[in-house]
């Protein structure tokens, strides 16, 4: 499961080894490419990309509106010690 953490001001934060994990199941779930994810997010498809692929994490507001769409996406994101490595589920 992907691991969120309690922030600053009651804001929710996602470790950076779960933002690809969460912008793949995004995808996945909602049948989008990486260009209609940006534009749903209001970046570039190059931002996506290096999000998906690890090489640079989204500001707080940007992991906040991820969120939102993965609720709304009817996936899972929750916290869970016992797995190795994070995963987005569908509810």
Do not use: K
């Amino acid at each position: 499961m992907m691991c969120v953490r309690g922030g600053r001001a009651g804001r929710e934060t996602v470790s950076a080894a779960d933002v690809p994990s969460l912008v793949r199941g995004i995808r996945v779930a909602r049948g989008l490419t990486q260009e209609a994810l940006a534009r749903e997010v209001g970046v570039t498809f190059s931002t996506v990309n290096s999000w998906e692929n690890g090489r640079h994490r989204p500001i707080p507001a940007l992991v906040a509106r991820l969120l939102d769409i993965a609720g709304a996406a009817g996936l899972v994101v929750a916290s869970s010690s016992r797995r190795a490595r994070p995963s987005v589920t569908r509810r």
